[in-house]
């Protein structure tokens, strides 16, 4: 006689992990830091513009005018809105015939000064490049092979060389100037010339490339709303057992 097999028994359900109250402090605490840090970064950083901008340019303006003379207390950022003003007017003033005038005798002024003469010349080329419309600034991102075979750099698509210095370079394809910016200050990089061919182009604006570059690719295009970014976060934050490297862990429905 054949003794049947006993039935197998369904796997035990996992027992709830119960958060502690270290747990939840913890957890509390790092979702204040991820909601109120960068809102006091942003508030620092924009004192500290607004600072700056009002040493420079209230020394500059008439004591009578300024805001401090009729309130009992300073008014922060004064000297940006006189700034934007003036920079308005300047340029207003430069778009007919006597502003381009003045401007251009203030050129030749410089472009007599030795040492003056270059810097200028060379500042003012930059401005007018990346605050041009024209296909000489950056428009477009792309992927480039660097620094070794198998890694691939985030770089900046730049106006195609200059016919001297196409001329120096192999006549056996077309090449596009690339610069490629470091992390986190994408203000210094590196630039060269690579085949047209080796750069594959992405859709990410440029915006988004800074954003990708200055937080060491952190920041994600989908991410960049801060609420959206503060439930993620105490999402991923509510579960211990993922922090602490023991896998996932869901609080008990009875706290």
Not at 129 to 150: C, M, N, Q, W
């Given at each position: 006689m054949t003794i049947p097999p006993l039935p197998s028994l369904p796997p035990a359900a996992p027992h709830p992990i119960r958060l502690t109250l270290s747990h939840r402090l913890r957890n509390y605490f790092l979702t204040g830091i991820v909601?109120?840090?960068?809102?006091?970064?942003?508030?620092?950083?924009?004192?500290?513009?607004?600072?700056?901008?009002?040493?420079?340019?209230?020394?500059?303006?008439?004591?009578?005018?300024?805001p401090e003379n009729y309130l009992p207390f300073a008014i922060p950022g004064f000297g940006i809105l006189v700034l934007l003003v003036a920079l308005t007017l300047l340029g207003f003033l430069t778009a007919n015939l006597v502003g381009r005038t003045l401007v251009e005798f203030g050129e030749t002024l410089l472009a007599r000064m030795p040492v003056v003469s270059g810097l200028y010349r060379s500042v003012k080329q930059i401005f007018e490049?990346?605050?041009?419309?024209?296909?000489?600034?950056?428009?477009?991102?792309?992927?480039?092979?660097?620094?070794?075979?198998?890694c691939w750099?985030?770089?900046?698509?730049?106006?195609?060389?200059?016919?001297?210095?196409?001329?120096?370079?192999?006549?056996?394809?077309?090449?596009?100037?690339?610069?490629?910016?470091?992390?986190?200050?994408?203000?210094?990089?590196?630039?060269?010339?690579?085949?047209?061919?080796?750069?594959?182009?992405?859709?990410?604006?440029?915006?988004?490339?800074?954003?990708?570059?200055?937080?060491?690719?952190?920041?994600?295009?989908?991410?960049?709303?801060?609420?959206?970014?503060?439930?993620?976060?105490?999402?991923?934050?509510?579960?211990?057992g993922k922090a602490d490297g023991k896998g996932e862990a869901e609080p008990s429905g009875n706290d």
């Open positions: 909601v109120v840090g960068p809102v006091v970064i942003t508030i620092y950083i924009a004192l500290w513009v607004i600072g700056i901008a009002d040493g420079w340019v209230k020394p500059l303006v008439p004591k009578s005018v300024l490049t990346i605050f041009s419309k024209s296909d000489t600034s950056f428009r477009k991102v792309g992927l480039v092979e660097y620094p070794a075979p198998g750099s985030v770089v900046l698509i730049s106006s195609p060389p200059r016919p001297d210095i196409a001329g120096g370079l192999p006549k056996d394809g077309e090449f596009a100037a690339v610069f490629l910016p470091c992390a986190p200050n994408p203000t210094t990089g590196f630039f060269f010339y690579v085949p047209k061919e080796k750069v594959v182009e992405i859709p990410v604006s440029v915006d988004d490339a800074f954003k990708i570059v200055m937080s060491l690719g952190l920041i994600r295009t989908d991410e960049e709303d801060p609420r959206r970014a503060a439930i993620e976060a105490q999402k991923r934050l509510a579960a211990p």
